[in-house]
């Protein structure tokens, strides 16, 4: 069984610029988090995409947005990008309804540094 | 909002120290966990606790959930280089998988 991967690890952007963040959700879970985790702190909830569709949105702005493929992999697309989109920006996958609040399976992060 | 505080901030001890982390709130969860992260991962799950008033034990890892399911604690005995990381409570918003995290504890074992 695999676990959650992430791509980038690790990249650099400058502000105004355009990222695409990559995860492939752990074999059998067809549910995907993404948090923003600015160092030192805590992770603040993106969105959630379950069955290719968002359920559920943090305080984050329009110019974070998402996809899930019908793999139930995903992408987190950050448009205009800011400084303070510098941060860990983790995915996490679980399996079954979005109201199960079973565990959630992080991958090891894409490290976002804006110049 | 729910808000999830965690005391404190910052700690450096010694090996075989004893300590404890608070995670509090004004707002009640069904249920709380506890992860802990190492530079350059994502966070690992170590407990979750459901019942107000329960304690949990991982080893050498104490955790207790608050009577109210306000509040949590974790408490580390003779804590060894290999605790040090970053300790996370979170817990559900409403009915669901999404997790709001606390503020975090950084925790330094010195040899």
């Known amino acids: 069984e695999t676990g959650v991967t992430q791509s980038p690890t690790h990249l650099i952007k400058t502000r105004g610029q355009q990222v695409t963040l990559r995860c492939s959700s752990q074999?059998?879970?067809?549910?995907v988090s993404w948090y923003q985790q600015a160092l030192g702190q805590g992770p603040q909830f993106i969105f959630q995409y379950y069955r290719e569709e968002e359920n559920g949105r943090g305080n984050f702005p329009p110019r974070f947005s998402g996809l899930q493929f019908p793999n139930y992999s995903s992408e987190l697309n950050v448009n205009a990008l800011e400084l303070d989109d510098s941060a860990l920006y983790l995915c996490?996958?679980?399996?079954?309804?979005?109201?199960?609040?079973?565990?959630?399976?992080f991958g090891e992060g894409s490290r976002l540094t804006v110049l | 909002t729910q808000l999830l505080e965690q005391s404190p901030q910052f700690l450096s001890i010694q090996e075989g120290e004893n300590l404890t982390v608070y995670c509090n709130s004004s707002s009640v969860f069904s249920s709380l966990q506890w992860y802990r992260q190492e530079p350059g991962e994502g966070p690992v799950l170590l407990v979750t606790?459901?019942?107000?008033?329960e304690v949990k034990k991982l080893k050498r890892l104490t955790f207790q959930f608050g009577d109210a399911r306000k509040d949590s604690s974790l408490h580390i005995t003779a804590a060894q280089t290999g605790d040090t990381g970053l300790y996370l409570c979170?817990?559900?918003?409403?009915?669901?998988?999404?997790?709001?995290f606390g503020t975090g504890t950084l925790l330094a074992v010195q040899p």
């Open positions: 979170a817990g559900p918003w409403r009915a669901t998988n999404k997790l709001i």
């Open positions: 996490a996958s679980s399996r079954g309804r979005p109201t199960n609040t079973g565990e959630l399976f």
């Open positions: 074999s059998g879970h067809n549910t």
């Open positions: 606790v459901v019942t107000g008033g």
